[in-house]
T-cell receptor, first 115, second 111 residues
Framework: AQSVTQPDIHITVSEGASLELRCNYS??????LFWYVQSPGQGLQLLLK??????LVQGIKGFEAEFKRSQSSFNLRKPSVHWSDAAEYFC?????????????FGAGTILRVKS | DAGITQSPRHKVTETGTPVTLRCHQT?????MYWYRQDPGHGLRLIHY???????DKGEVSDGYSVSRSKTEDFLLTLESATSSQTSVYFC??????????FGQGTRLTVV
């Protein structure tokens, strides 16, 4: 069965510092991978996705993620964090079937940004 | 935001009462989903639909039922609400082999 692990429940970084959020997945086939962001009281917004091809994918808001098959990882990065990036981040693996797409989510990482 | 409307946005109900949450989309996407979000668990799939009248169970479907009589509407029903069903519920939509788009969520409290 698919599973996603986000090892860090909370991360605090200073504004302007770099950021890396970790994500490890378990999936038997080629994974479809996603990062979503959720601001308080809001729904989830897609940051980026990996389906195939270049293992370094660019997303919105200056985020990028790198797919490493050998490590079963899909870590999210940003070179310089802004205070508005404070939110909860979810990694997900997609299982695409004939009758629907199932997303399995990690437990999330809460990002705090200190000034 | 994708055209997804969840109603109500907030609801407080008593244990043992039935509750129906509604998801309405204007994107004409084939697939619709109901997830619940709980601290420490991320989002977990309750039920999903792959067409009108076509639904299937997710990983946490006990105590929930769904119906989809029109492409645009997907209803989630708690037949007899329990305190363990206090949660934030999200509706999502997608096309085949693509990302999901999420609604704003419904916060349900069962007292």
């Amino acid at each position: 069965a698919q599973s996603v692990t986000q090892p860090d429940i909370h991360i605090t970084v200073s504004e302007g510092a770099s950021l890396e959020l970790r994500c490890n997945y378990s999936y038997g086939a080629t994974p479809y991978l996603f990062w979503y962001v959720q601001s308080p009281g809001q729904g989830l917004q897609l940051l980026l996705k990996y389906f195939s091809g270049d293992t370094l994918v660019q997303g919105i808001k200056g985020f990028e993620a790198e797919f490493k098959r050998s490590q079963s990882s899909f870590n999210l990065r940003k070179p310089s964090v802004h205070w508005s990036d404070a939110a909860e981040y979810f990694c997900a693996v997609g299982h695409f079937m004939e009758y629907g797409n199932k997303l399995v989510f990690g437990a999330g990482t809460i990002l705090r940004v200190k000034s | 935001d994708a055209g997804i409307t969840q109603s109500p946005r907030h609801k407080v109900t008593e244990t043992g009462t039935p509750v129906t949450l509604r998801c309405h989309q204007t994107e004409n996407h084939r697939y619709m989903y109901w997830y619940r979000q709980d601290p420490g668990h991320g989002l977990r799939l309750i039920h999903y639909s792959y067409g009108v009248k076509d639904t299937d169970k997710g990983e946490v479907s006990d105590g929930y039922s769904v119906s989809r009589s029109k492409t645009e509407d997907f209803l989630l029903t708690l037949e007899s609400a329990t305190s363990s069903q206090t949660s934030v519920y999200f509706c999502a939509i997608s096309e085949s082999r693509s990302e999901a788009f999420f609604g704003q969520g419904t916060r349900l409290t069962v007292v």
